[in-house]
């Protein structure tokens, strides 16, 4: 009896780290408190493509309305997700960068974090206008896949 409440606690205890290493990925600063499937599920499609085997999709949040921190200027929320092509089964490690490139040319590169079943990053689309927004991302095989599409901003 008591070797199964000690297995049950050193199970408890390993279950406990991968959750605690997600809250501290989601601490970057910004609007991620209580940002989980639902509110992923809110964000519009904005481009759809498969690279090489790897289904991606990728959202954009406009945030405006939400509370964030003072200061920041971000004003959306772009989130990727990543499937396998063939079996449909999302891919939930991997590792990404984006890079946003503004109507006026200037550039944003942010590292996309790993989410509740996405990757996500806050961006700056703060001037109406085309964005052109280039992802680069490595999911487990190893091999570096991009993907770009542009964002109007009204
Ligand atoms: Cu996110």
Known sequence: MKKT???IAVLMMTMAVPLAVKAAEHDHGSMHEGHGGQMAQAGK??????VDGVKVTFRIMDMKGMEMPKGIKETHHLMAEFADAKSGKPITEGEGKVKVVGPDKSEQ???LMGMEGHFGADIALSK???YGVM???KV???KVRSSKFWYAVK
């Open 128 to 130: 109406p206008g085309k």
């Open 109 to 111: 590169t942010k590292d």
């Open 5 to 7: 409440a000690a297995l």
């Open 45 to 50: 499609v904005v481009h759809r493509q498969v």
């Open 135 to 137: 992802c680069k991302f």
């Open 140 to 142: 487990k095989d190893g």
